[in-house]
């Protein structure tokens, strides 16, 4: 036998109510079901994005649903794997999704499952269309061109068996409609089959057509027009074809879409005049999407770069970027210049190209370029000179000496790591710092350029990398030069803190390398930068350093920080710096270390409070609007660690609710959460004094769109309930409390066995059902609605095999009182089987279980109460004198007595 202190099963009940009170305490989120919760908690899913447990959540409800429950399920879980498909960004993460989706469509009957296996295919699909599009350019990582393959390959077969079936289905309903004719269901039967099979058929096209374009095959394109005839009026098994295409279904955009994909099939093949026959009959319908229409003019892009028909290209892609000019736009769109600079740079490198294709090739490229510089698509020239270099790359201006000095700059950065250097190491080869010097030069072309100012965040990024290239090449005094000029003119502020910083590493650098003379201008900049950005870890860092231990720890630098004198000018930055450091660690101790830190922490910060509001009246309109945003931020702060405390001073906490009512004031209008703090601190401030009532009134005067404050307020009220109640174990007020407040914690914090498997989800359901237990048993009280939440949290915790020894006597006495006497012998027999021998609840679950057994089988219980005796002889009172009194009743026949109850378990 095993002893029941030990093992997942059974966890000390003093060791789980403190768990349950921390949690709360802790104030951390949550999200979880109960059967008249399901909506609520839906939400609070949603709006906390928590998708994996919301998956949970809903894998479990699945599993408990009736038949007609099942359905809408299955669709909400299958909603919810697309939008985690949609959002997954590794290749384990998408198969992971993919194969629970499929363990989906298995739960669900064939005949339902059309529109189930039709949204999970398309959410795979939808990816893998993203990667094979970027592949026309390539620009794609080649293991996610591969995984596209992959899922494409997969969707085929998928989506032909939905098709299959949705057919059979229409055939059978046809057969029924000649013979009897179909009544109002079965006709909706016929027409959700029908769009299932054109969608499938439709998806299908598609995904042939793109994995025409990942693996090269020409054979997919010709199967995918197959598909696409479905849609088109094709006849049965006959590829897509023109004259048989109806104009006036292209109002309907699957229907023009499927046209589009015929034409890039039909290019595929190598039959560029009917893909530009197809894009003509689209063009030509009557009605036509304004998303369709504007497919058309980069689909005809498409297609003649496919087809090499270059002087159609150019006469198309000038057509076009005048008549947008006349429009008054700058030209054609940055992704259709983008199109035709890609094909034309591309062709422009093959070897055997006749002069006069080349001819026209440049100017479709130079066309296209000039309009991503018009644009300011520097990322878009970025990505061509890493495909095609910059060879062709010819013109005047900040944007071409830009891309021309980056490509510089990689090229060096290149030499850089095969010559084996750590980051930001100054290379030491002359060979390398010449290529930096080349990069330097390139850029400063781009920064003297006339037009520079028009491209304000491009230009700060120049100078940055001008900057980092000298240093990185050793002109550590230049680079020096060029990150303090960087940070003067950067607009961006986490550009400005990085130039700074590197302007201080590459004095320091010289310094080191024996340029001394420039101490003072690092010492400058290290001031300016303190003053500058005193919350940044690097603020830290800096004072660490001049304190002469770089290597120090949090502790050490909040030392540092803390020693530096008031009439210093670096005083207020290192205390602000300090403030930070104390409240990160404040939250990550417990107990005594906590207190002497936190005591530490609200000295400081309530030094740095009273600055920020003598600012906030004295300052002028700007300086005070920052100090106010800083003193609300300091005084939530210190609540927080003030009410954290083991002995909160509710006095103090007033005090500093009232400066955060007057700076929101102060501030304007505050956001929500603001508010909604507030009122949770004004509950955990009624429960600091006591007023348990008042507390309860404030939470329920929260708007329910408080959380997760809301959330918090109920979990503050159970906790200090559940505080109470185990001080006093037998106390019916603090019992009733507890059930009252307990109730929606466990709605928020769940009751699926993942969940319950946590020990302060565990410790929260069990100081439910002690509670509601002992206001079951007293015979004023509505038992009745007591032990049903009894029976309801021990259930669950006993299907889940996640009872513990407490938990499953209680559930045996709540099921023998609510005429369940099998499940109550159930529960004394598993607490028997786990107790350790002669243990006093392995005496109490032999006595029940006997007791309950001689209903049914007087012979099986006189045997197990003989055994027992035989076995174990020493039996302690009062369970040797029960067992004997209940052997004889049982003997004599006479009236078994009732159970043992004794306190409550």
């Not at 894009?279 to 504007?294: H, P, Q, T, W």
């Not at 700007?622 to 939530?636: F, I, S, V, W, Y």
Request: hydrophobic residues 45%.
């Amino acid at each position: 036998m095993r002893d029941l202190s030990r093992g997942p099963m059974y966890r000390p009940i003093s060791h789980i109510l403190y768990a349950a009170i921390v949690l709360v305490c802790a104030a951390t989120g949550a999200a979880g079901q109960q059967p008249d919760d399901a909506r609520r908690m839906v939400e609070y899913l949603e709006r906390h994005g928590l998708q994996e447990v919301e998956a949970a959540d809903l894998r479990y409800r699945l599993q408990q649903a009736t038949p007609d429950q099942r359905g809408p399920l299955a669709m909400r879980l299958s909603e919810l794997y697309v939008r985690m498909l949609a959002q997954a960004s590794t290749t384990e993460q998408r198969q992971r999704i993919e194969e629970l989706g499929k363990r989906l469509v298995r739960q669900v009957p064939a005949e339902e499952a059309g529109d189930l296996r039709l949204a999970l295919v398309r959410a795979r699909y939808q990816w893998a269309k993203g990667i094979a599009e970027h592949a026309r350019l390539h620009v794609v990582d080649p293991g996610d061109l591969q995984e596209a393959e992959r899922t494409l390959r997969d969707a085929v077969p998928e989506l032909s068996s939905v098709a299959q079936s949705a057919n059979e289905t229409i055939q059978r309903l046809e057969r029924r409609r000649i013979n009897v004719g179909l009544d109002a269901a079965e006709e909706q039967a016929f027409q959700t089959a029908a769009r299932v099979r054109s969608t499938a058929h439709y998806l299908m096209g598609w995904a042939r057509y793109y994995l025409s374009i990942t693996t090269g095959g020409p054979r997919f394109a010709s199967d995918a027009l197959i598909d696409l005839g479905v849609l088109l009026g094709s006849e049965p098994n006959r590829p897509a074809n023109i004259e048989r295409a109806d104009q006036r279904l292209m109002r309907y955009d699957h229907v023009a879409d499927s046209a589009i994909a015929s034409a890039f099939c039909e290019s595929r093949l190598g039959n560029t005049d009917t893909a530009l026959r197809w894009l003509e009959k689209i063009e030509g319908a009557s009605e036509l999407s304004e998303a369709i229409r504007a497919r058309l003019f980069i689909s005809r892009l498409l297609v003649l770069g496919e087809g090499r028909r270059w002087r159609d290209l150019a006469y198309h892609s000038d057509l076009q970027r005048r008549a947008r000019r006349a429009d008054g736009k700058p030209g054609l769109e940055p992704a259709e210049s983008h199109l035709l600079a890609h094909i034309a740079w591309g062709a422009l490198g093959e070897a055997r190209l006749p002069p006069r294709d080349r001819t026209v090739l440049e100017e479709i490229a130079h066309g296209a370029i000039q309009d991503l510089v018009r644009q300011g698509q520097v990322a878009i020239l970025r990505s061509l000179v890493e495909r095609f270099g910059t060879a062709t790359l010819e013109g005047d201006g900040f944007v071409f000496a830009y891309v021309r000095g980056q490509n510089a700059y990689e090229r060096a950065n290149r030499a850089y790591e095969q010559a084996g250097y750590d980051s930001g190491q100054v290379a030491q080869d002359d060979a390398v710092a010449n290529l930096f010097a080349d990069a330097v030069r390139a850029l400063d072309t781009a920064l003297t350029a006339t037009d520079a100012p028009r491209y304000p965040v491009e230009r700060a990024q120049a100078m940055q990398l001008a900057a980092m290239a000298s240093y990185l090449g050793g002109a550590l005094l230049d680079a020096a030069d060029r990150f303090e000029k960087a940070h003067q003119n950067a607009e961006d502020t986490a550009l400005a803190e990085r130039a700074l910083w590197h302007a201080i590493i590459a004095l320091d650098a010289a310094i080191r390398d024996g340029q001394t003379q420039d101490q003072a201008r690092r010492e400058r900049l290290s001031t300016l930068y303190l003053q500058s950005y005193p919350g940044s870890e690097r603020a830290a860092r800096l004072l660490v350093a001049r304190a002469g231990a770089a290597s120090a720890d949090n502790s050490q630098a909040i030392e540092i920080l803390l020693q530096v004198e008031p009439q210093s000018p670096l005083y207020e930055a290192a205390r602000r710096r300090a403030e930070r450091l104390l409240y990160e660690r404040v939250r990550e101790l417990t107990g005594d270390a906590r207190s002497a830190v936190a005591l530490r922490y609200l000295t400081v910060a309530e030094e740095l409070l009273v600055m920020d509001r003598r600012r906030v009246m004295t300052g002028e309109r700007q300086a005070a609007d920052e100090a106010a945003g800083r003193a609300m931020a300091l005084a939530r702060a210190m609540l927080q660690v003030l009410l954290g405390s083991p002995v909160p001073d509710a006095d103090r906490a007033d005090a500093l609710l009232e400066i955060v009512q007057e700076l929101r004031l102060r501030v304007g209008a505050a956001p929500r959460a603001i508010e909604s703090e507030i009122a949770y601190r004004r509950v955990q401030l009624a429960l600091v004094r006591g007023q348990v009532e008042e507390a309860r009134r404030l939470a329920e005067h929260m708007d329910a769109d408080d959380e997760p404050f809301r959330a918090l307020a109920s979990r503050a009220l159970y906790a200090h309930a559940a505080r109470a109640f185990f001080e006093q174990p037998e106390d019916l007020d603090h019992a009733r409390r507890v059930v009252a407040f307990g109730g929606p914690v466990i709605a928020e914090l769940g009751s699926d066995p993942q969940r319950l498997a946590t020990p302060q989800v565990f410790g929260v359901h069990t100081t439910v059902a002690r509670a509601a237990w002992l206001l079951a048993i007293q015979p004023d009280e509505t038992g009745s609605d007591m032990l049903d939440l009894v029976l309801a949290i021990d259930g669950r915790l006993v299907a889940a095999d996640l009872a513990d020894a407490a938990t499953l006597a209680r559930f045996g006495y709540a099921c023998e009182r609510a005429a369940r006497p099998g499940e109550a012998l159930d529960a004394w027999r598993r607490l028997l089987a786990g107790a350790a021998d002669g243990s006093s609840m392995s005496l109490r679950a032999r006595y029940e279980s006997a007791r309950l057994l001689a209903r049914e089988d007087t012979v099986r219980a006189i045997d197990a109460l003989r055994q027992h005796q035989l076995l174990y002889p020493d039996t302690p009172e009062p369970w040797a004198g029960l067992m004997r009194d209940l052997l004889k009743a049982i003997e004599t026949g006479g009236t078994l007595p009732g159970p043992a109850m004794g306190v409550a378990p």
